[in-house]
């Protein structure tokens, strides 16, 4: 039996940074969504577990025995192995959650094929804490590190996005250290749209100090007038909702057209 899962683009349509813990992580209030687009994954039964990269971006990936796809193979009890081939379309260290996603199709992988143990959400967090998210897939909330899921009112579904990243990586722990540690409130309540709208990236600016492309990035999408633009996660990909598939289209015709060298990804929230 041959299984096919596809690691959804995760981003965080806003993101509030409250406080730094005693544990040395950030204490944050999240409003995750998912693209129905990303890295795809083909798994077939093995005598043991396999993994083979290919893709644009597989070279970022320095050692995929040691990634996250493995690490969440070895997390899940299976009577079998799995061969896996991972397309990686996906950049790394961009925002996306891309291994996080990875591994949340991993997940997936192996439930249809062995079922899950009942502690399942506790070996995805301990993998990272955007994966119990990218199991689900689903637009949600995360609180604490991210990894304490509650249900929202998803009105966004179908939304027509556009991602663009500038092709420039940018790891996430020193974007969190460059973060000013003023706590500016939490998120707003009500559907996913109103918390969008009302939200922030409190991550935008120590990012944009590290990578100051990024806010070429954000400049660009505003300027094809999209109803919401920002920064995802801790960058440097951003991106913008349009009313429209054809809005989305023609931004993402205008900015490849003036920006050639960055990287783009159309599609709609799941």
Not at 8 to 21: C, D, G, M, P, S
Request: charged residues 25%; negative net charge.
């Amino acid at each position: 039996m041959t299984l096919t899962e596809t690691a959804y683009a995760k981003i965080n349509l806003a993101l509030h940074v409250r406080r730094r813990r005693e544990d040395g992580y950030h204490e944050l209030e999240t409003l995750f969504a998912f693209v129905d687009d990303g890295d795809r994954l083909v798994a077939r039964p093995s005598a043991e577990d396999r993994l083979s990269v290919s893709g644009e971006f597989a070279p970022a990936l320095d050692h995929p025995f040691g990634n996250i796809v493995a690490k969440a193979l070895t997390a899940l009890p299976r009577a079998e192995g799995l061969a896996i081939e991972l397309e990686k379309r996906l950049p790394v260290a961009a925002g996306l959650g891309g291994g996080s996603a990875d591994a949340g199709a991993v997940f997936r992988m192996v439930e249809r094929s062995h079922g899950w143990p009942e502690d399942w959400r506790d070996r995805a967090a301990k993998l990272g804490a955007d994966v119990p998210a990218c199991v689900l897939s689903q637009t949600c909330i995360g609180r604490g590190t991210g990894t304490e899921l509650e249900p929202i009112e998803s009105d966004l579904t179908g939304a027509p996005v556009l991602l663009v990243n500038p092709r420039v990586p940018l790891a996430t722990g020193p974007v969190f250290r460059a973060w000013d540690g003023q706590d500016r409130g939490p998120l707003p309540q009500g559907s996913a749209s109103t918390v969008a709208r009302g939200g922030r990236n409190d991550l935008e600016a120590p990012a944009i100090s590290l990578c100051p492309v990024i806010a070429d990035v954000l400049g660009a999408l505003h300027a094809t007038q999209p109803w919401l633009a920002r920064m995802s996660g801790s960058g440097a990909t951003c991106f913008a909702l349009y009313d429209s598939i054809e809005a989305r289209d023609a931004a993402a015709v205008r900015i490849a057209d003036e920006h050639p060298e960055w990287w783009q990804m159309s599609g709609k929230l799941r």
